[in-house]
């Protein structure tokens, strides 16, 4: 129980600043922390595919298959730091249905358990299920809309994530 509590705080706080981070940025800032990200796995790739062939320290496919993937992600970013910026909400509109999927089952187990304030919790958790469905389906154009919509949504996640961690431990489930 108390690995659930830890990791919902922190999906939570990870939720949160994700949200902050992207209403106080505008995309000018998000290109340059994009191409330095890249940069950043473009390096890691490299050192990656020299310990691979170069000092043979593995020999399983893992660090071959990391090593292209952040070398691809890299290159990517770097290069085109506008179109992997462009996809990131499709990306939070998947993260925000897993999640509202997880916010199903705690109603559940809130409403079983007699809590008599359920309904909230489903309104929050269909409210970010089409957000969710939104994001992934119709991004909206305009990025700096966009971020700030989304970081919005991020932050609203947070604390819902806070609520009902609060809701079950105070119903001891």
């Known amino acids: 129980m108390k690995e659930t ?16 981070v992207l209403c106080i940025f505008n995309v000018s800032i998000l290109t340059t922390i994009t191409r330095v990200i890249g ?47 462009s996809i990131l909400p499709m990306l939070v509109g998947i993260i925000l249905i897993i999640n509202s999927l997880s916010h199903f089952q705690k109603v559940l187990l809130l409403k079983d358990n007699g ?29 700096d809309f966009i971020f700030s919509l989304t970081g919005s949504f991020l932050i609203l996640n947070g604390i819902l994530i806070f609520l009902d961690q609060y809701f079950i431990q105070k119903t001891n489930l």
Not at 115 to 143: D, H, R, T, Y
């Open 39 to 85: 940069c950043i796995f473009l390096v890691i790739a490299i050192l990656f595919l020299y310990t691979y062939f170069k000092k043979r320290n593995s020999t399983t496919l893992t660090t071959l298959i990391l090593s292209i993937f952040l070398l691809s992600a890299g290159l990517y970013m770097s290069l085109d730091p506008k179109k992997f910026i």
């Open 115 to 143: 809590f008599e304030q359920w309904k909230v919790n489903l309104a929050g958790a269909i409210f970010i299920l089409v957000i969710g469905v939104v994001l992934l389906i119709k991004p909206i154009q305009s990025l």
């Open 5 to 20: 509590k830890t990791e919902a705080i922190s999906s939570a706080i990870l939720c949160i600043l994700s949200g902050l």
